[in-house]
T-cell receptor, first 116, second 112 residues
Framework: NAGVMQNPRHLVRRRGQEARLRCSPM?????VYWYRQLPEEGLKFMVY????????ESGMPKERFSAEFPKEGPSILRIQQVVRGDSAAYFCASSPQQVKLYTEAFFGQGTRLTVV | SQQGEEDPQALSIQEGENATMNCSYKTSINNLQWYRQNSGRGLVHLIL?????REKHSGRLRVTLDTSKKSSSLLITASRAADTASYFC????????????FGEGTQLTVNP
């Protein structure tokens, strides 16, 4: 059973371009979370999705950021018109049920986005 | 502000010593989890403690939870150089519980 797969591992974008980050959850997991981490800091929650639904997007910036988790295929975090402040590591995690049901989250290795 | 705040921010010890990290949080929780991160890689789950539990053990790890003080501690006994990593606590809130909220982490360095 492969773990949570994120790609690409490293992504370089020029200011104003779009960044697409992909996350394939573990098999059997229908809950996906995206987090952002700046150097030497903790993980900041961005969005929580279940298949085809956004459940909690309270951590997502109102503009330029969007996320989806289609019925088929990976979850996508999309950042439009990137700016230097978007440079960070973006982590995806998945779980088989909600974490409040005493479930751990399984993390991918992250995508390191650098905006130049 | 962060739901979970770890203390200390950095800890340096010698191999064989015990390491204690603390975490404080603000809201009512359903459960609290500890994770480990090696050098910017993905996080690895260590242990989960439910809000109605006070202590839990897993190998060399011991976690305590005091809901009256809204705090938790992670003890690593007989530390090894391979334990060098960042350690984060994460809480699942009682009301929403739809996500884990992470603290800023403790950077542990175990010197050989």
């Amino acid at each position: 059973n492969a773990g949570v797969m994120q790609n690409p591992r490293h992504l370089v974008r020029r200011r104003g371009q779009e960044a697409r980050l992909r996350c394939s959850p573990m098999k059997g997991h229908s809950h996906v979370y995206w987090y952002r981490q700046l150097p030497e800091e903790g993980l900041k929650f961005m969005v929580y999705l279940q298949k085809e639904n956004i459940i909690d997007e309270s951590g997502m910036p109102k503009e330029r950021f969007s996320a989806e988790f289609p019925k088929e295929g990976p979850s996508i975090l999309r950042i439009q018109q990137v700016v230097r402040g978007d440079s960070a590591a973006y982590f995806c995690a998945s779980s088989p049920q909600q974490v409040k049901l005493y479930t751990e989250a399984f993390f991918g290795q992250g995508t390191r986005l650098t905006v130049v | 502000s962060q739901q979970g705040e770890e203390d200390p921010q950095a800890l340096s010890i010698q191999e064989g010593e015990n390491a204690t990290m603390n975490c404080s949080y603000k809201t009512s929780i359903n459960n609290l989890q500890w994770y480990r991160q090696n050098s910017g890689r993905g996080l690895v789950h260590l242990i989960l403690i439910r809000s109605n539990e006070r202590e839990k053990h897993s190998g060399r790890l011991r976690v305590t939870l005091d809901t009256s003080k809204k705090s938790s501690s992670l003890l690593i006994t007989a530390s090894r150089a391979a334990d060098t990593a960042s350690y984060f606590c994460a809480t699942a809130e009682e009301t929403s519980g739809s996500r884990l909220t992470f603290g800023e982490g403790t950077q542990l360095t175990v010197n050989p």
